[in-house]
Nanobody
Framework: QVHLVESGGGLVQAGGSRRLSCAGS????????MAWFRQAPGKEREFVAA????????FYADSVEGRFTISKDNAKDMVDLQMDNLQPGDTAVYYC??????????????????WGQGTQVTVSS
């Protein structure tokens, strides 16, 4: 089992920055590929960013490329999402997720087995 807890959400003005953190515990966290997803009201959950188990490989949704940065610290069992130049369209509940079937990264929510409870990010214009 893997337990994930997100933190860092809140209200931010357009153009501002926010850093989300996801603390992992339970199973061997360091071998798990991780990702962030988000879900806005009335919309499907969508992929934001993913990181390989080692932290060396990352990839992003087109909508956040160049503005968001995902990072994984295996020594601290943490995955962070640095969000810069936030826009109202980024308003959503952000979820941290872990993938346990193999070491490959993925952008589909169905590939992830463990989820945090989510943290709300609201961007005002």
């Amino acid at each position: 089992q893997v337990h994930l807890v997100e933190s860092g959400g809140g209200l931010v003005q357009a153009g501002g920055s926010r850093r989300l953190s996801c603390a992992g515990s339970g199973r061997t966290f360091m071998y798990l590929p991780m990702a962030w997803f988000r879900q806005a009201p009335g919309k499907e959950r969508e992929f934001v960013a993913a990181v390989s188990w080692s932290g060396r490989i990352t990839f992003y949704a087109d909508s956040v490329e160049g503005r968001f940065t995902i990072s994984k610290d295996n020594a601290k069992d943490m995955v962070d999402l640095q969000m810069d130049n936030l826009q109202p369209g980024d308003t959503a509940v952000y979820y941290c997720a872990a993938k346990s079937d193999d070491y490959s990264t993925a952008s589909s929510s169905t590939d992830y087995d463990y989820w945090g409870q989510g943290t709300q990010v609201t961007v005002s214009s």
